[in-house]
């Protein structure tokens, strides 16, 4: 498809998989693996603000990858941590601008730093958003977010009558920004693991085999061709 033909999702949202499996393979540590996957999400954004996606929101770290060996969270978290410390000046540079989604509560007081030290740094950037999910849980948001419209309620700023979609989704890691429009699966397995269930509800699902650190521009151009090719209906009926 050529690049005038082909309509470009405005959010992205990937389930970075198969880093573990990637290293494997290799014979590797699994910990490879990791490494390799944060230079190919570099990588990707730069193709996702080059190819003209507005939003891109990538699944780091899920409230339940806690049940990993130590060593394999101690090295995620390590990863992390580097990426938001070293790439600020690259951000500033590209215009990017970095919002971290996910409960930062249970996170270290380095990496809290590390996240607020981007997020202030890159706020008045006006190109594409990057979100990265760290400590992120669908169901952990929703339970988060409908707390915060309990608060309000108990305040009295809100009526039990005032809370609507649009009251709970103000509420959400991702209030202010749209859904994903299209949302990406490396590495084979077809489930959405607990990754913007809220926000999910009519986005666009494309699975391919092809593992998160062999992951490449032209994976993520199949994938925009893809949806190039759905017929997105929101219950509604085909257009003539
Ligand atoms: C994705 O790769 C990265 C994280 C979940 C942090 P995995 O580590 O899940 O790789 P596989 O699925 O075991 O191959
Ligand atoms: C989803 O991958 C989480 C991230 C990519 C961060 P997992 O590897 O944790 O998911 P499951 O366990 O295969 O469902
Ligand atoms: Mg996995």
Known sequence: MSEEERRVPGHVAIIMDGNGRWAKRRGLPRNMGHARGAQVVEQILEDADDLGIRVLTVYAFSTENWTRPQSEVTALMNLLNRYLRSSVGKCMKNNVRVRIIGDRTKLSDELVESIRNMEETTAGNTGILFQIAINYGGRD?????????????RSGVLKPEEITEEAIAAHTDTAGEPDPDLLIRTCGDERISNFLLWQSAYTELYFTDVAWPDFTREELEKAIDAY???????????EK
């Open 228 to 238: 190039n090719g759905r017929d997105r209906r929101f219950g509604g009926l085909k």
């Open 141 to 153: 948001e929703i339970v988060r977010a409908v707390r915060a419209v309990a608060e309000d309620v």
